[in-house]
């Protein structure tokens, strides 16, 4: 592989759940998403940072790519800040509303346009949605052997990879052909902030629905063209994604620990120790 | 629209079919109330797999007739055994390896996965779930849209209800190739199988860096021992090489739910609340008043650790 290794990190723009905001609910209860600061997931920037540590030992080419409203092309001008060659933003209205599965869907139709590629990347699972299931759906979806919930990457060579992975009562070591999808833990890694002399140039890259189409020309010349693409540049149906192609739906979203229950302090004293011992002897805890 | 057959995928640890799986056969019960409830066996070491699960109370056990070497090959394995017996919903404990297997299976089969759920209820022709979102601050209600679905359940949000039964085994004839079994694992290395798995215990005492060196997790320990728990850590007590990951809690670490939780000298960051804030009853020891962990504690202590914990492990002691 004199060319090096063509490597394709997934990524996927949340809200920062850990900032504190004056309105972390709407009025019926549901998490204000547009209160909280939009970051990269944090394990798809150990997704990235994966990739391009080994890029910069085999050599080769890191493209990212995130499906997401025009809002997105700022976390893909993130990852060009922080060392990506290139970013695909996968952006059709159509695709509002689709779940893990209509997701994975349009994620294959990009890579088999993307082409032939060696390494697929995701992060292990979101912060929003928690669930864990586009990398291997993906990876079901292109019929690539994969690797999920990896700690560290040991080696890539001779077309295999060999990575770590932490289960429940084991640690397992694995090893898979190129191609491959990987999903990275968080952790696995210390993600790289943006580099100033990157972020001189990317902060003027631009997604074409961003500039409403305008000077997309001069954009590309200049090398600050983030690549969109629709439905129907993927071939894409309208029966495949969104709300129509997603099998699963939510029906209502309650927020939880936001609405505290009350605590009870408890004194730093025998007593008290005494008093809490027998409350949760009482709730048949213990 | 009644559903016919649950297919429970069948997890087995040194002592036997997996708690969780055990309370994901719960589950399947309340999900699919009459329905034949079917074992499913798919595995490297197959025969002893199938003969602890046919030590379960289900109508059956199906053991794939092929070594399963990986998460992927299960899956396959699994959906040409549904594919045979016929529609099912099927439903996973939600361990590191049931995650895995779970949405290779919704994939393979095209079906809806509705993943770590914490409870479901059949509505009208629907079954609701619900599972927490956003590291646990939120829980969201699941509508699956299909006659069937795939499901993994959260860690003791379903009680183990199963008695013994003596099931049938079945073997199912699987087609597997060599491309479903590419990924494959070159080594194992398991952990102290003695110790009680974290995510299956009752009870559980994590320690954080309030405990200042390794050696404050002897605190820890004596009260684990005196609640008859197991032993979590932050990740940054794991991180420092106090304890070893397989006793992480936390979003990178391990999920828990267990009837008692009680994190000592832990900061209790967005990414540890995850992993914990759904356990019924938390108890929290911190010096600083301010720490996040009080925002989801039943029970908070502001203390030094070292002064409260040794009073609390006593007063344990008496009454266990």
Same mark, same amino acid.
């Given at each position: 592989?004199?060319?090096?290794?063509?490597? *394709?990190?997934? *990524?996927?723009?949340?809200?920062?759940?850990?900032?504190?905001?004056?309105?972390?609910?709407?009025?019926?209860?549901?998490?204000?998403?547009?209160?909280? %600061?939009?970051?990269?997931?944090?394990?798809?920037?150990?997704?990235?940072?994966?990739?391009?540590?080994?890029?910069? *030992?085999?050599?080769?080419?890191?493209?990212?790519?995130?499906?997401? !409203? !025009?809002?997105?092309?700022?976390?893909?001008?993130?990852?060009?800040?922080?060392?990506?060659?290139?970013?695909?933003?996968?952006?059709?209205?159509?695709?509002?509303?689709?779940?893990?599965?209509?997701?994975?869907?349009?994620?294959?139709?990009?890579?088999?346009?993307?082409?032939?590629?060696?390494?697929?990347?995701?992060?292990?699972?979101?912060?929003?949605?928690?669930?864990?299931?586009?990398? %291997?759906?993906?990876?079901?979806?292109?019929?690539?052997?994969?690797?999920?919930?990896?700690?560290?990457?040991?080696?890539?060579?001779?077309?295999?990879?060999?990575?770590?992975?932490?289960?429940?009562?084991?640690?397992?070591?694995?090893?898979? !052909?190129? %191609?491959?999808?990987?999903?990275?833990?968080?952790?696995?890694?210390? !993600?790289?902030?943006?580099?100033?002399?990157?972020?001189?140039?990317?902060?003027?890259?631009?997604?074409?629905?961003?500039?409403?189409?305008?000077?997309?020309?001069?954009?590309?010349?200049?090398?600050?063209?983030?690549?969109?693409?629709?439905?129907?540049?993927?071939?894409?149906?309208?029966?495949?994604?969104?709300?129509?192609?997603?099998?699963?739906?939510?029906?209502?979203?309650?927020?939880?620990?936001?609405?505290?229950?009350?605590?009870?302090?408890? %004194?730093?004293?025998?007593a008290g120790m005494d008093d809490l011992v027998r409350m949760l002897a009482a709730k048949g805890i213990i | 629209m009644a559903i016919n057959r649950a297919y429970v995928y069948i997890e087995v640890d040194a002592k036997g079919v997996r708690r969780t799986v055990r309370q994901a056969l719960t589950a399947a019960?309340?999900?699919?109330?009459?329905?034949?409830?079917?074992?499913?066996?798919?595995?490297?070491?197959?025969?002893?797999?199938?003969?602890?699960?046919?030590?379960?109370?289900?109508?059956? #056990?199906?053991?794939?007739?092929?070594?399963?070497?990986?998460?992927?090959?299960?899956?396959?394995?699994?959906?040409?055994?549904?594919?045979?017996?016929?529609?099912?919903?099927?439903?996973?404990?939600?361990?590191?390896?049931?995650?895995?297997?779970?949405?290779?299976?919704?994939?393979? @089969?095209?079906?809806? @996965?509705?993943?770590?759920? =914490?409870?479901?209820?059949? #509505?009208?022709?629907?079954?609701?779930?619900?599972?927490?979102? &956003?590291?646990?601050?939120?829980?969201?209600?699941?509508?699956?849209?299909?006659? =069937?679905?795939?499901?993994? $359940?959260?860690? +003791?949000?379903?009680?183990?209800? +199963?008695?013994?039964?003596?099931?049938?085994?079945?073997?199912?004839?699987?087609?597997?190739?060599?491309?479903?079994?590419?990924?494959?694992?070159?080594?194992?290395?398991?952990?102290? =199988?003695?110790?009680?798995?974290? $995510?299956?215990?009752?009870?559980?005492?994590?320690?954080?860096?309030?405990?200042?060196?390794?050696?404050?997790?002897?605190?820890?320990?004596?009260?684990?021992?005196?609640?008859?728990?197991?032993?979590?850590?932050?990740?940054?007590?794991?991180?420092?090489?106090?304890?070893?990951?397989?006793?992480?809690?936390?979003? =990178?670490?391990?999920?828990?739910?267990? $009837?008692? &939780?009680?994190?000592l000298g832990i900061s209790g960051a967005i990414q540890h609340q995850a992993g914990m804030s759904s356990s019924k009853c938390i108890v929290a020891v911190n010096k600083d008043p301010e720490a996040p962990i009080f925002q989801v504690a039943d029970y908070g202590i502001v203390a030094d650790l070292y002064s409260?914990?040794? @009073?609390?492990?006593?007063?344990?002691?008496?009454?266990?």
């Amino acid at each position: 592989m004199a060319e090096g290794l063509r490597i *394709v990190v997934c *990524v996927k723009q949340v809200p920062d759940l850990s900032v504190k905001v004056a309105e972390p609910l709407r009025s019926n209860g549901t998490i204000n998403r547009a209160a909280f %600061p939009a970051i990269i997931n944090p394990d798809d920037l150990c997704a990235l940072e994966m990739g391009l540590l080994i890029r910069e *030992v085999r050599g080769g080419r890191v493209k990212v790519v995130s499906m997401g !409203p !025009p809002t997105a092309a700022e976390a893909l001008r993130d990852c060009l800040c922080r060392g990506a060659d290139e970013a695909i933003l996968i952006c059709d209205s159509r695709f509002a509303g689709s779940d893990t599965f209509a997701t994975a869907v349009i994620l294959a139709a990009a890579m088999r346009r993307i082409g032939s590629v060696d390494l697929i990347l995701c992060g292990r699972q979101t912060a929003d949605g928690d669930t864990g299931q586009v990398g %291997p759906e993906l990876a079901g979806l292109l019929g690539l052997p994969q690797i999920t919930r990896i700690s560290e990457l040991m080696s890539i060579e001779r077309g295999h990879v060999l990575a770590r992975r932490n289960l429940d009562e084991s640690t397992q070591i694995v090893e898979a !052909p190129l %191609p491959c999808l990987l999903t990275v833990n968080r952790g696995a890694n210390l !993600p790289r902030i943006q580099n100033a002399r990157l972020t001189g140039r990317f902060k003027k890259a631009r997604a074409p629905s961003e500039v409403q189409g305008q000077g997309i020309e001069q954009l590309r010349q200049k090398g600050l063209l983030i690549e969109e693409w629709s439905a129907d540049d993927l071939g894409i149906e309208s029966h495949q994604c969104g709300i129509e192609g997603s099998p699963t739906r939510i029906a209502m979203v309650e927020a939880m620990s936001v609405a505290q229950s009350q605590q009870v302090e408890i %004194p730093a004293t025998e007593a008290g120790m005494d008093d809490l011992v027998r409350m949760l002897a009482a709730k048949g805890i213990i | 629209m009644a559903i016919n057959r649950a297919y429970v995928y069948i997890e087995v640890d040194a002592k036997g079919v997996r708690r969780t799986v055990r309370q994901a056969l719960t589950a399947a019960a309340v999900i699919a109330p009459g329905a034949e409830i079917i074992a499913v066996v798919a595995s490297a070491k197959g025969d002893a797999d199938a003969a602890a699960a046919s030590m379960l109370k289900v109508a059956k #056990v199906v053991q794939a007739d092929a070594a399963v070497a990986s998460s992927q090959a299960a899956a396959k394995a699994i959906a040409q055994i549904v594919k045979a017996q016929g529609p099912g919903v099927v439903v996973f404990g939600n361990t590191s390896l049931g995650r895995e297997v779970a949405p290779c299976l919704a994939q393979e @089969l095209g079906l809806p @996965l509705v993943p770590d759920v =914490t409870s479901a209820q059949v #509505v009208g022709d629907h079954v609701e779930f619900v599972r927490p979102i &956003y590291a646990g601050k939120a829980m969201a209600k699941v509508k699956p849209l299909a006659e =069937t679905f795939v499901v993994t $359940t959260r860690a +003791n949000a379903f009680l183990d209800n +199963n008695e013994s039964g003596a099931a049938p085994v079945e073997k199912a004839t699987v087609a597997l190739t060599a491309d479903d079994q590419k990924a494959k694992v070159v080594s194992l290395v398991q952990r102290d =199988t003695t110790k009680i798995e974290l $995510t299956e215990a009752d009870a559980i005492v994590s320690g954080g860096m309030g405990l200042g060196k390794a050696e404050g997790f002897k605190q820890v320990e004596a009260l684990a021992d005196a609640l008859r728990a197991a032993v979590g850590a932050s990740r940054a007590a794991v991180n420092a090489g106090w304890v070893d990951h397989t006793q992480q809690v936390g979003q =990178t670490g391990k999920t828990v739910s267990p $009837t008692l &939780y009680v994190a000592l000298g832990i900061s209790g960051a967005i990414q540890h609340q995850a992993g914990m804030s759904s356990s019924k009853c938390i108890v929290a020891v911190n010096k600083d008043p301010e720490a996040p962990i009080f925002q989801v504690a039943d029970y908070g202590i502001v203390a030094d650790l070292y002064s409260v914990v040794p @009073l609390l492990t006593e007063e344990i002691k008496k009454v266990k």
